[in-house]
């Protein structure tokens, strides 16, 4: 599948950039499976979605298990941290008012593929910087917080990743940016994180050996100053390049009460999550 067709159509957006400390990161994954719902559901439009969380860090369902995990998070709430554990894959990641998160939300046939997924959000991020850098790639950079084979990387130095979320016949394919701030900072935050967490006990995984120098935010990379708005407005650009048709929108009230349903249960998961016993 030409992943560049897939930006060719009629595309929702709901940006969520602006909404401040007081929006939760729980709200965004809600907001997520709301639009997977609607979309996998009926021949509704693609949409993008941009989202901002402050200070937030973001464990995976495996970072749940670790078996100290109650002193990790004492440690990340002292450094004025909210935790949550998301329902998609992958492991901790950090998010705060330099990280933009996008999300873009489909329906799922047997044309989108799980590698179709990555590689169009991969496609996007590279065409949405090729006047910057020829350079970004994906593959595993050994030593980031939350590795993975689509870890996107300039000069072995990494600052994004991708994970995604297929429910109800709808994907969410869905990234984190790390626009500006310093990516070795967030890295040091990680790694305390997982030497609290962990300490001389044994895992039921490989916990990641976070080396802060591997990670780094585009503005670093590029050396030039970026804000999340200039990289909001180079992927709308971007879309509209491609063809795409933008429209901007906020829920609808099905979609209102969808969400909450949502968020009661994506807060009831997590809560069990970080509740050892």
Same mark, same amino acid.
């Given at each position: 599948m030409d992943v560049a067709n897939l930006?060719?159509?009629?595309?929702?957006?709901?940006?969520?950039?602006?909404?401040?400390?007081?929006?939760?990161?729980?709200?965004?994954?809600?907001?997520?499976?709301?639009? %997977?719902?609607?979309?996998?559901?009926?021949?509704?439009?693609?949409?993008?979605?941009?989202?901002?969380?402050?200070?937030?860090?973001?464990?995976g369902t495996q970072d749940s298990r670790l078996p100290i995990i109650e002193k990790g998070v004492s440690y990340l709430e002292e450094k004025g941290y909210d935790v949550i554990v998301r329902n998609s894959g992958g492991l901790a990641v950090v998010l705060d008012s330099g990280v933009l998160n996008l999300s873009l939300i489909m329906k799922e046939d047997k044309s989108l593929s799980i590698n179709t997924g990555y590689d169009a959000m991969l496609f996007l991020i590279q065409e949405m910087f090729k006047s910057a850098t020829q350079s970004i790639e994906a593959r595993e950079i050994i030593g980031s917080y939350c590795p993975g084979s689509y870890d996107l990387s300039i000069e072995g130095k990494k600052f994004a990743g991708i994970s995604q979320r297929r429910i109800r016949g709808g994907v969410a394919v869905q990234i984190y940016l790390s626009v500006n701030g310093s990516g070795s900072e967030r890295a040091k935050i990680v790694r305390e994180f997982y030497k609290h967490s962990v300490q001389n006990e044994t895992t039921k995984f490989d916990v990641p050996?976070?080396?802060?120098?591997?990670?780094?935010?585009?503005?670093?990379?590029?050396?030039?100053?970026?804000?999340?708005?200039?990289?909001?407005?180079?992927?709308?650009?971007?879309?509209?390049?491609?063809?795409?048709?933008?429209?901007?929108?906020?829920?609808?009230?099905?979609?209102?009460?969808?969400?909450?349903?949502?968020?009661?249960?994506?807060?009831?998961?997590?809560?069990? %999550?970080?509740?050892?016993?």
């Open positions: 930006f060719t159509s009629k595309w929702r957006f709901l940006d969520h950039t602006t909404f401040g400390a007081p929006f939760q990161a729980l709200q965004s994954f809600a907001y997520d499976d709301t639009l %997977c719902t609607v979309i996998g559901q009926q021949q509704s439009s693609f949409t993008l979605r941009a989202w901002v969380h402050h200070d937030t860090i973001v464990l050996n976070v080396i802060p120098d591997t990670m780094a935010s585009l503005s670093e990379l590029l050396e030039q100053p970026l804000t999340i708005q200039d990289v909001l407005v180079r992927a709308l650009t971007t879309l509209k390049n491609f063809g795409a048709e933008l429209e901007g929108s906020s829920l609808t009230e099905d979609e209102r009460l969808l969400f909450g349903q949502q968020l009661e249960r994506v807060t009831t998961r997590n809560d069990k %999550c970080l509740t050892k016993g």
